[in-house]
């Protein structure tokens, strides 16, 4: 399994997905960089995030409830301290 987490946010990131969803392949991308100054930059600079995610849990699903599962792992996270999060989720051999 492949994960870019560097900072704190992405660590609990990628460890709540591992738990969750034991993926086969998982990156976590941090964009905040690219919308410093903009709404939602909290100075962190851990505020905007893409998720690449791979898992045998995706299987048969819709786009929308793979979207829900990182949501459930991720949520309290996304109350407070992620602004954004885009997410590419795919069952393996998709």
Known sequence: MQTTATGPIAS???ARLTQALDPTHLEVI???GRHAG?????????SHFTVVV???AFAGRSRVDRQRLVNQALSDLL??????????ARAPGE
């Open 79 to 88: 109350i407070d301290r992620v602004h954004a999060l885009a997410i590419r």
């Open 38 to 46: 903009h709404s939602g930059d909290n100075g962190t600079g851990e």
């Open 12 to 14: 609990e990131i990628t």
């Open 54 to 56: 791979e898992s045998r």
């Open 30 to 32: 941090n964009d905040s």
